[in-house]
Nanobody, 128 residues
Framework: QVTLVESGGGLVQPGGSLRLSCVASGFTLDTYAVGWFRQAPGKERAGVSC????????YYADSVKGRFTISRDDAKNTVYLQMNNLKPEDTAVYYC?????????????????????WGQGTLVTVSS
């Protein structure tokens, strides 16, 4: 069975940090780009970041540039999202998804038809 499982979400105060993990099973991530998305209550799902397969070209939404860092460890079949200086507006369910290719077209253009495997999501709450 092909799955992605996110973890690392939780409650954090504004200005705090969290690291999300996305672990693949049933397939290897090394030839696929992987994106992170989020959906806040009452809002549509939106792309946050994506990392392509070699060469590694990260993409970040303007709202998280300078605060979030995406990375991948293909030996562990895992993609990470380091989130620093979190703000209340970052509160959302965060999902990872594997693109159907090495590049981040689906994440960059918001074309979700290009995302082939989705995780179940992990909740991030930023509140004092």
């Amino acid at each position: 069975q092909v799955t992605l499982v996110e973890s690392g979400g939780g409650l954090v105060q504004p200005g705090g940090s969290l690291r999300l993990s996305c672990v693949a099973s049933g397939f290897t991530l090394d030839t696929y780009a992987v994106g992170w998305f989020r959906q806040a209550p009452g809002k549509e799902r939106a792309g946050v970041s994506c990392i392509s397969s070699a060469p590694l070209n990260p993409y970040y939404a303007d709202s998280v540039k300078g605060r979030f860092t995406i990375s991948r460890d293909d030996a562990k079949n895992t993609v990470y999202l380091q989130m620093n200086n979190l703000k209340p507006e970052d509160t959302a369910v965060y999902y990872c998804a594997a693109e159907g290719s090495r590049n981040c077209s689906g994440s960059y253009y918001g074309d979700y038809r290009l995302l082939e495997v989705w995780g179940q999501g992990t909740l991030v709450t930023v509140s004092s």
